[in-house]
């Protein structure tokens, strides 16, 4: 299967079955990533949707096999999916499956799909939101239970016999493919297919091709032709295959944008304001007392070994973790205490709760998180520095399912973490995730231990003004440099593999792998 030639596969499934049927199933839907930059302006605005492409044409045709191979030649475009039509065949009844199974259903009628469902998955691909894409069994002749996660792709692209049929699907196609094969071949390659593939016999394929698969080709798959921008052959069509992925590229290379240098050079005034009114402050700053310019000596010394760096960040990052629950909206509780007195008290207001964990940095704070919320769930957010262009790359997402569902994420509050705000990049992108979701800004609580005065903290101000930083501490300086030159024999300094980075002054070096090496 190609998805095991590709690389690391981008989804947050919630439930891993491993059983081979719905593995079978979720062939239908194949992701790869080279990781996203960004999709969004420095008003944290997304700028490009992502690039549709619809493959429609006869079953056997060739469709999965032109689109696996787009995938291939697209080689180091970002990220990729190809959704299939068959994820949306309708729910059915116990009756329908039985006649499916005796080759009495028709499965090549436009009926059989949910088209409105297709259509508003595919719109919210498109439009850089996660999407839950149901599952389907051949075998089983039926909808799953389960759904696959999806969320971020650049390239999205979509096969079946009907996807040129619906007119609000083709509306959302920026390019339009339509495979052009013999008919003798396609049956041909269906009885070998479905034999192999989906567990059928060669009478009973021949009896539903006669039956629904011929006549509906006729009179609903091939006039859809018509509407394609490029008609590619069935066979030997490696040449249509290269010119199409030339023009995504092309298309992807106009959309690619330069971020995180524009973000370094910005000031924190525009959002410190000096006073202490934590409303009117989208950073909101740990008193500055002796006991905490304590922790941050001990933390920014370079001499403190990596034991006390641990015991440090863990106390702090619990500090840090109850200011953020200040943040929260409470409600009156009454409760009647162990002396059987009524006592008036509080509660979070709150529907869901979550913390958020840029990888690998944000690690040191999750302990924290978890000391004054024990059952919360965390996810994980993997953004790295692209090692040519310096720009942020989105390479995993990972979320707890409050967010992942639009429903339930428009009523989270998510505590983001990472161990430092720089030039602002992954925080920004990390953000924008959450936003694309469904999670409201002020719904955001970004826990940090240090934020570079001088850093991205106000383009990110400017573009998120409801979202609230809590840090335990603002540094001056932010400065680029290479990543070797502070490559230490001390005690967990080993960080130098000769990449650019910006780096916190004075700081307290990489938090992450002082905290992890
Ligand atoms: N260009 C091609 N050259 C050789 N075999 C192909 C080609 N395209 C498809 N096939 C084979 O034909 C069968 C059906 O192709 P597939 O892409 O699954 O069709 P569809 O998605 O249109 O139903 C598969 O076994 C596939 O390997
Ligand atoms: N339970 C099902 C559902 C669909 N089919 C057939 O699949 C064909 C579409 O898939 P392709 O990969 O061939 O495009 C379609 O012609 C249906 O007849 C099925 O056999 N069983």
Redesign the pocket.
């Known amino acids: 299967m190609l998805g095991e030639e590709l690389p690391k596969l981008y989804d947050a499934e919630e439930h891993r079955s491993n059983s081979s049927q719905s593995f079978q199933a979720r062939k239908n839907i194949l992701l790869k990533t080279h990781g996203r930059p960004p999709w969004y302006d420095e008003d944290g605005l997304p700028v490009c949707d992502a690039f549709v492409i619809g493959i429609a044409g006869g ?2 045709s060739g ?2 096999h032109v689109a696996r191979q787009i995938v291939k030649s697209l080689g180091s475009v970002p990220t990729v999916v190809i959704l299939s039509q ?1 994820s949306f ?1 309708k729910y059915h009844t116990e009756e329908e499956i039985a006649l ?1 199974h005796a080759n009495r259903f028709d ?2 009628h436009p009926d059989a799909l949910d088209m409105p469902m297709f259509a508003a998955c595919l719109a919210d691909l498109k439009a850089c939101r996660q999407s839950n894409i149901p599952v389907y069994s ?1 075998a089983e ?1 039926q909808r799953l239970d389960e759904t696959k996660y999806l969320y971020g792709a650049s390239v999205i692209i979509t096969e ?2 009907m996807a040129l049929h619906d007119p609000s699907l083709r509306a959302l196609y920026d390019l339009k493919v339509f495979v052009q094969c013999d008919s003798d071949l396609m049956l041909a390659r ?1 009885i070998q297919r ?1 034999v192999k593939e ?1 567990g ?1 016999s060669v009478e009973g394929v021949l009896e ?1 091709y006669l039956r ?2 011929k006549p509906a080709f006729d009179n609903f798959v091939l006039p859809t032709s018509r509407y394609a921008d490029i008609v590619v052959p069935g066979s030997n069509n490696s040449v249509a295959i290269d010119l199409i992925s030339t023009h995504v590229r092309r298309q992807m290379n106009e959309r690619a944008r330069h971020f995180r240098k524009n973000m370094a050079c910005t000031s924190i005034d525009k959002c410190l304001k000096p006073n202490d009114n934590h409303e009117d402050w989208n950073v909101i700053v740990l008193p500055q007392t002796p006991q905490l310019k304590g922790i941050y000596t001990t933390l920014r010394n370079e001499k403190t070994s990596r034991q006390d760096f641990i015991f440090f960040v863990d106390r702090l990052a619990t500090f840090l973790a109850e200011k953020a629950m200040e943040l929260l909206p409470y409600r009156d509780k009454v409760i009647t205490t162990p002396t059987e007195t009524a006592y008036s008290g509080k509660e979070p207001d709150v529907k869901h709760i979550c913390g958020v964990s840029i990888i690998r940095s944000g690690g040191p704070l999750e302990k924290g998180l978890q000391r004054v919320l024990s059952d919360v769930a965390i996810g994980s957010l993997l953004v790295q520095s692209d090692a040519k262009t310096g720009e942020p790359l989105l390479l995993h997402v990972m979320l707890p399912k409050c967010i992942r569902h639009r429903r339930l994420a428009v009523d989270t509050w998510v505590f983001l973490l990472d161990a430092q705000i720089g030039t602002g990049a992954s925080a920004f992108m990390a953000i924008r995730t959450l936003l694309d979701h469904g999670v409201q800004q002020d719904h955001i609580i970004f826990v940090t231990f240090l934020v570079a005065h001088n850093g991205g903290i106000s383009v990110l101000h400017k573009a998120f003004p409801k979202v609230r930083i809590v840090c335990g501490a603002v540094d001056e300086g932010l400065r680029e440099t290479w990543l070797e030159h502070y490559h230490s024999e001390g005690e967990g300094h080993h960080y130098g593999d000769g990449r650019k980075v910006w780096i916190v002054e004075p700081g307290m070096g990489q938090i992450g792998d002082r905290y992890y090496l």
């Open positions: 079953s056997a469709k999965t068959d065949y499916a499965f090549d051949f002749h079946g016999i269906r479905d989906r059928r539903q629904y698969v």
